[in-house]
């Protein structure tokens, strides 16, 4: 009964830390016409921190964002489930060059999740950056900005 117990309490301990589990942070930069802009961004390359995204923050500091990493090929649809912000959403292509942007997405208030509108580029998209609603027009970020994403391998 007692290793029972123990073993018990070893498995809440470890669900705990898990739950309080962050994706890892890295420095983005995107070289704009505007110069080049550095992003701290949190890198969500598990399924399950692509599928919690941003869901549920009622803020995002300027020059801090999401990155979401699919890997090669992939042709991600983004949506706004569960988001109280509003967020600019920058696709890149596996030549880590932005090919398409949305800006100022509102969050999807819908009772049916299946009605919430899907964002996607046509060219497919690596990764997905998602800024705080109108970083992209301050900065000057555009389709064909070059994106460096400094201490990951991937970019």
């Not at 309490?9 to 830390?17: D, E, Q, T």
């Not at 949506?79 to 997405?105: A, T």
Request: with cysteine; proline share 5%.
């Amino acid at each position: 009964m007692r290793f029972c117990f123990c073993v018990f309490v070893v498995l809440c301990l470890f669900s705990v830390l898990l739950a309080g589990c962050k994706p890892v942070e890295q420095l983005l930069v995107i070289n704009s016409d505007s110069g080049r802009v550095n992003i701290r961004v949190e890198v969500a390359s598990t399924s399950e921190e692509r599928r919690i995204g941003l869901m549920g923050r009622k803020a995002l500091a300027d020059n801090t964002g999401m990155l979401f990493d699919f890997g090669p090929g992939a042709k991600p649809n983004m949506w706004m489930k569960g988001m109280f912000i509003s967020l600019d959403m920058v696709f890149i292509g596996e030549d880590h060059k932005i090919n398409h942007i949305d800006e100022n997405v509102p969050p999807c208030a819908l009772p049916d999740d299946s009605q919430c509108p899907q964002y996607h580029s046509d060219k497919g998209a690596e990764y997905v950056l998602e800024l705080p609603a109108g970083y992209t027009k301050k900065h000057k970020i555009e389709d064909g900005n070059l994106v460096e994403l400094l201490g990951l391998d991937a970019l």
